[in-house]
């Protein structure tokens, strides 16, 4: 009897036991996700260093030009800054990050419009959907703004505007979701999908291709290029550059959206490729020319930067060390190349950003660490290697160069053919700032 009874209070105990721990999942489940304030906390920092870079996009930029253009160059940035994040809160994270539609074309949720069904949502990373969808945001403004660079100081500045509010939802927003979104068809090819870790295709060559056929399309710049064209502020251009340096930090390593190993291996790859990207700039410039300028220096920090942007998650600092000096040759060749063929890409969008993304796009392939190669192999059953990543690399690079040429082209025939493109002939030549701004950046009573 007495064991009987302690066997039925036994039983008894494990059936509230088993309940109670029920109902503590069901109470768990139920509870709203842990914000991981560590990474949250890193992930603004690194939104706000990304928002930085388009101020020195603009002072990078500005410097380079002539004085009668710094202001109306300089704007063609900060424009960026309210037409596409304007546009981003809309529909733009929808159509990136929300699920495919239209065959993968891009994606769409109705409720991510104007962010209005990520108020509540911890992402699993433990950040604030908000979080995510601001630091993306800066991504969106920059990379149109990017290829204001080729077209600097002959384009109209609503068509300018018009523009990139198109490309921004017509080239750059199904390149995204291709690339990044996890049901987008590059993000799943091959074992692991493409690397892209922070933008080699997305930002980078989308931008840098569509500035090359924009400029081939404008055509050059009057009098271009017999007429002088000197940068009107070098020190403005070289402190651009180095708030580019500072906010780079934020693009990659706010990429791993965490703050942990992935942070750490990618501010590390950053700073190494850019540091040598400059050193390279400035050891060829010493071979080509026995001097080392500022400017070269300058763009060396951005050809390091914009090829390791792909790469900053799966090399090691060697990797990274080759990926910067052969970005610089390679861009070196290229401007090179470009006052052979005659074209005028104004501030060398393509000739840093198109081909530096490509260089680091593709040749990041033989510096993954082995354990990324040893994850790809399994998850293709044992057989992926160097070989079978390069395919998936040059396929994503392709189909990048080939959809934003494409589309670019089709809209800078739209809005020319509506609004035109070109400045005339006067606003040219009085410059821009007096032209479409009713300023001059200086103070100047003439035009330099």
Request: proline letters at 2%.
């Amino acid at each position: 009897m007495k064991v009987k009874s302690v066997t039925i209070f036994g039983l008894v105990l494990a059936g509230f036991l088993l309940w109670g721990a029920q109902v503590v999942q069901a109470q768990e489940s139920d509870a709203p996700p842990f914000i991981d304030g560590g990474a949250t906390a890193w992930m603004l920092t690194s939104t706000a260093l990304v928002l930085l870079m388009i101020p020195g996009l603009a002072m990078f930029y500005g410097g380079l030009v002539r004085s009668k253009n710094v202001l109306g160059t300089m704007m063609h940035s900060f424009a960026a800054m309210g037409v596409m994040a304007v546009l981003w809160v809309i529909c733009g994270y929808a159509m990136s990050f929300g699920p495919s539609t239209l065959g993968g074309w891009f994606g769409w949720r109705s409720g991510l419009i104007l962010l209005s069904d990520i108020d509540d949502k911890i992402m699993a990373q433990g950040v604030p959907e908000y979080v995510f969808a601001m630091f993306q945001g800066k991504f969106a403004i920059i990379t149109p703004a990017l290829i204001a660079g080729a077209l600097a100081e002959r384009v109209r500045f609503k068509a300018y505007c018009i523009f990139i509010a198109l490309w921004g939802l017509l080239v750059y927003n199904p390149l995204c979701h291709w690339v990044w979104a996890e049901d987008g068809f590059l993000f799943n090819m091959g074992a692991r999908g493409a690397i892209d870790f922070a933008g080699g295709t997305v930002v980078h060559i989308s931008s840098g291709y569509s500035g090359l056929i924009a400029a081939i399309y404008l055509g050059a710049r009057r009098g271009y290029p017999t007429l002088t064209t000197r940068p009107n502020n070098l020190v403005m251009t070289l402190m651009g550059a180095g708030l580019l340096w500072v906010g780079w930090f934020g693009f990659n390593a706010g990429s791993a959206i965490s703050c942990g190993l992935d942070t750490a291996r990618a501010l590390t790859a950053t700073q190494t490729a850019a540091a040598s990207g400059a050193l390279m700039w400035m050891i060829i410039e010493g071979l080509h020319h026995g001097k080392a300028t500022a400017l070269g220096f300058a763009s060396g920090i951005l050809a390091g930067l914009v090829a390791v942007t792909p790469a900053a998650g799966v090399v090691q600092p060697g990797g990274a060390l080759v990926l910067g000096a052969v970005a610089s040759w390679v861009c070196y060749g290229a401007i090179l190349l470009k006052n052979r063929l005659g074209y005028d890409d104004s501030l060398d969008a393509f000739g840093v950003h198109g081909v530096g993304g490509t260089v680091g796009a593709i040749l990041l392939t033989f510096f993954i660490r082995k354990s990324w190669m040893d994850e790809a192999a399994v998850a293709a059953g044992g057989s992926w290697g160097v070989i079978s990543q390069l395919w998936v690399q040059l396929a994503a690079v392709g189909i990048a160069i080939a959809y934003a040429v494409g589309i670019t082209l089709i809209l800078l025939f739209v809005v020319d053919k509506i609004f035109g493109l070109r400045a005339d002939r006067h606003s040219e030549m009085a410059g821009l700032d007096d032209s479409y701004h009713g300023e001059r950046g200086y103070g100047m009573l003439t035009a330099s």
